[in-house]
T-cell receptor, first 115, second 113 residues
Framework: GAVVSQHPSRVICKSGTSVKIECRSL??????MFWYRQFPKQSLMLMATSNEGSKATYEQGVEKDKFLINHASLTLSTLTVTSAHPEDSSFYICSARVPLRDEQFFGPGTRLTVL | GENVEQHPSTLSVQEGDSAVIKCTYS??????FPWYKQELGKRPQLIIDIRSNVGEKKDQRIAVTLNKTAKHFSLHITETQPEDSAVYFC????????????FGTGTQLKVEL
């Protein structure tokens, strides 16, 4: 299957700081990437759809000014959690859709802990 | 929007037995149904998927069935092994609507020796 990487794998930061997470498709070009958040023992919740060259589409209840998404190239999307607070602590996972196919492949996730 | 329900939330089976996980979806427009396996702290991995023009798909010990009329789809794992222990998620999407996946709540499968 297609390979998606994510960096960093783990980050600990102080409350009020911003954190950037990168998602890369390594062996294919992804016009569409997705960002999910997963709390412990819960399912994956879609936060936003990231489209190359255009603004991201956010799901209801997700603050676009807090979770900044940039999809500047066909292989890279970034999620920036601005002014992070302890309640933002979660497992953030990206996925990328293989062009002309339905499958989505996931990155390894980023464990964010806000102190 | 789409809503996906998944049952059971936990499932414990003896090694070698079969395991069945069931999901229902609400949006009749959904036409793509993948299943993901997620081990603790790891990424979800696509294990099998089915499209709405197919009623059943099999890949070795794993099979998925789809009943479009009832809006049900199920994952069947035969001859379970300890390494099958993980959380399994079903999902649904409409490929003409941006391919957004709506996930079920997950099933913790434990295969006991």
């Amino acid at each position: 299957g297609a390979v998606v990487s994510q960096h960093p794998s783990r980050v600990i930061c102080k409350s009020g700081t911003s954190v950037k997470i990168e998602c890369r498709s390594l062996d294919f070009q992804a016009t569409t990437m997705f960002w999910y958040r997963q709390f412990p023992k819960q399912s994956l919740m879609l936060m936003a759809t990231s489209n190359e060259g255009s603004k991201a589409t956010y799901e209801q209840g997700v603050e676009k000014d807090k979770f900044l998404i940039n999809h500047a190239s066909l292989t890279l999307s970034t999620l920036t959690v601005t002014s992070a607070h302890p309640e933002d602590s979660s497992f953030y996972i990206c996925s990328a859709r293989v062009p002309l196919r339905d499958e989505q492949f996931f990155g390894p996730g980023t464990r964010l802990t806000v102190l | 929007g789409e809503n996906v329900e998944q049952h059971p939330s936990t499932l414990s089976v003896q090694e070698g037995d079969s395991a069945v996980i069931k999901c229902t979806y609400s949006d009749s427009a959904s036409n793509y149904f993948p299943w993901y396996k997620q081990e603790l702290g790891k990424r979800p991995q696509l294990i099998i998927d089915i499209r709405s023009n197919v009623g059943e798909k099999k890949d070795q010990r794993i099979a998925v069935t789809l009943n479009k009329t009832a809006k049900h789809f199920s994952l069947h794992i035969t001859e379970t092994q300890p390494e099958d222990s993980a959380v399994y998620f079903c999902a649904a999407s409409f490929t003409g609507g941006g391919n957004k996946l709506t996930f079920g709540t997950g099933t913790q499968l434990k295969v006991e020796l």
